[in-house]
């Protein structure tokens, strides 16, 4: 993800209170962060482009298999290893995993990066 043109976060910058006690100082900052990082994981998920793959076991082929525009992803494997591929137009090895989740996860990262 790309976050071109964000010189700085958009919540108000903080300013301290000199006037308040230390413990009042850290509540307003511990506050302001709080707004940062809200700011930030909605920038986050506002952003995400493409929905995640939904896949689905093919008994026939014993694997699972995602469609996406002009083409699919394939994981392909056993208990101890799984392979994953994807075809959009070109052939993309994305890797060989150790388990399933591993897998789900490098299909899900490579669809999300093109």
């Known amino acids: 993800m790309k976050y071109d043109g964000y010189g700085w976060i958009k919540v108000k910058r903080y300013k301290m209170d000199e006037s308040l006690s230390w413990e009042e100082r850290y509540r307003q900052l511990e506050q302001h962060h ?3 990082t ?5 920038e986050i998920r506002g952003n995400e482009s493409k929905p995640k793959l939904d896949f689905r076991f093919s008994p026939h082929d014993d694997m699972l298999e995602a469609n996406i525009p002009n083409g699919f992803i394939h994981i392909v494997g056993n208990c101890r290893e799984f392979i994953v591929r994807a075809y959009d137009g070109e052939s993309h090895d994305i890797g060989t995993h150790d388990s399933i989740y591993e897998a789900l996860d490098a299909a899900n990262e490579w669809w999300q990066s093109r």
């Not at 809200?38 to 909605?42: G, H, K, P, V, Y």
Request: glycine content about 0%; cysteine-free; overall charge negative.
């Open 38 to 42: 809200t700011f930030l994981i909605d």
């Open 34 to 36: 709080i707004e940062e």
